[in-house]
């Protein structure tokens, strides 16, 4: 095992993380150079996301984690098999270790990286190493740490901690790219992508009559119920202002339109505090690979445009409009 590694090896590994223009570009990098080094066999990244929870007839809540693999694979599901394999760690350690050897050499490596502005990460380091490398390790994980949290301060929302516009992009991209090489064949009953944008309901009246405190209260309580209320392979965004966008994965249009029809109800029949009830509007279209990432999301747009002007608290599909409602009757549409 070679584990001198020159100055200028080490440098060079660092000139490479810092040239990266996003996390994902980031974290596909570093794990690269992870697995260059001759005593790992492999490297993996993990996002562990914490909810909390209340039983109903229960006064205190429980703490769950959400463990999702880097790069999340939308296509499938294997939140069960990550979450078996983070049970019984110290999460509040930077470093958990197998048991050494007779030899002294350790079998995997957890690394925790926290800090950011988004979700606690993980590496899973396999290989065979001594006490001595894991300084290497924690010198390049410190590296890793420090540019994890420049790029959420500009890919995540400052408030919510959400992906924000600019991750929804990429992420979309990347989506449509997808359905560009797997053409749904019948996106009624297969299970494809539906993107949706959500805007709550007159929420200028919250900042105007509770004030823009309590305004961001309930964006950041909104938010919150949307990460219980979605699965592990969906995506979640804050889009600007009171709207957000949620790309759900792996349903079909009836599950779609149930899944957000919950959402929208939890959130009629939830209490905010100081402010009380609100409800959101809801546009959804289907992702395809067809038209440009721009057309489905103002697709979605449309959709939420005729949620509003049918009276709001509800769910439009795109699929299902007659007709694109440009006109109303007064001429405009109180949007706030």
Known sequence: MNFNHTV??????????????DYQALTHNFLDILTKIPWIDSATAYE?????????????????????????????NDEQYHNNLFDG???SADL?????????????????????????????????????????????????????ILHDTKERDVLTK???????????????????DYQTIDKQAEKSS?????????????NDNFGHLYGDEVLLTFSQLMGKCFRYNDFLFRFGGEEFVVILN???????????????????????PTVGQVTVSIGLTHVNGIS??????????????HAKDSGRNRVVLYEDMDVLVEDNDSGEIELF
Request: a positive charge; one cysteine or more.
């Open 89 to 91: 760690l110290d999460h």
């Open 292 to 305: 440009m990432p721009s057309t489905q999301l103002d697709n979605a747009d449309k959709a939420l445009y």
């Open 8 to 21: 200028r090896q080490i440098f060079s590994w660092t000139i490479q993380l810092s040239a990266q223009q």
């Open 162 to 180: 959400l992906p924000n516009r600019q991750s929804l992009d990429a992420r979309l991209l990347q989506v449509c790219g997808h359905y560009s």
């Open 250 to 272: 792996l349903a079909s249009q009836a599950t779609a339109l149930a899944a957000f029809n919950r959402f929208r109800e939890e959130i009629a029949n939830y209490h905010f």
């Open 194 to 206: 539906w993107i949706a944008i959500l805007d709550i309901d007159h929420f200028k009246r919250v």
């Open 48 to 76: 562990i996301y914490h909810h909390e929870r209340k039983n109903p007839g229960e006064t205190g809540t429980v703490r769950e984690l959400l463990i999702r693999r880097f790069p999340l694979d939308f296509t499938r």
């Open 96 to 148: 958990n270790l197998s048991v050494p050897d007779e030899s002294g050499l350790y079998a995997w490596a957890i690394f925790s990286i926290k800090g950011g502005g988004g979700p606690q990460r993980a590496i899973h380091l396999k290989g065979a190493f001594r006490q001595e490398m894991l300084e290497l390790l924690g010198n390049l994980r410190e590296i890793y740490r420090n540019l994890v």
